[in-house]
């Protein structure tokens, strides 16, 4: 744990955070200042409440950070949540924020003919592979996913892969690059995660942390 802090919160860069910081005022979190200046190239700040500390980390890392006990809370997306599924892991609150969903798209010259009911193997390329796989196992279809972390819309114009699953918000990247939806995955928001050990051990100061944010989710 980051030693200057009883309790460590993780929260992701980007546009997640943004959407966050009414949501932790609200909770009675103050940041130091600099932590919402993208320039400052710090990852660690202290908060008007003693001894709780916030790590800034990549989207991605945040469900890491926790279960791994380098945090004890953090907010990540459902998708990150999905994708790593680490039992250590509690994710007792949908905080509202973030919201997107997880697609399946592919080339429009080939997508307004295609039946994804009909597919039995399909090549995907995808930052999520995990959550890829365990959602066409499903429903019987094989999934060869190739790992990318971003650019994913040249996959099928560079015959790296014909389709592709990806955030999608506005939708407006995949027209520009050609693609349409053809299969919804999932809906996708923001999620307090808890680490389980920490619940464990430390139930009532855990639990306050998690009573507090749901009080700011309800407006409370």
Known sequence: MTKNF???????????LKEAMPLLARAGIEPEAGFDDEQDRRLTFATNVEGLGIIRVRSFDVATF??????HLGI???DVVMEFDYPENYSPLDLGIGKCRIMVAEPADIGMDDDPSRW??????TKYPELTKRHFA????QAEC??????MELA?????????VDLVDTGKTLKDNGLIEVEHIADISSRLVVNRAGLKTRPEVMGGWIQRIREAVNGD
Do not use: E, T, Y
Request: aromatic fraction near 2%; charged fraction near 20%.
């Open 6 to 16: 009883d309790i460590v919160l993780a929260l992701p860069k980007g546009r997640i």
């Open 66 to 71: 926790v279960a791994f006990g380098a945090a």
């Open 76 to 78: 990540a997306g459902s």
């Open 120 to 125: 039995s193997h399909v090549s995907v390329a």
């Open 138 to 141: 499903a429903r019987g279809v």
């Open 146 to 151: 190739i790992k990318l972390n971003g650019a």
């Open 156 to 164: 099928p114009k560079l015959g790296l892969a014909r389709r592709i």
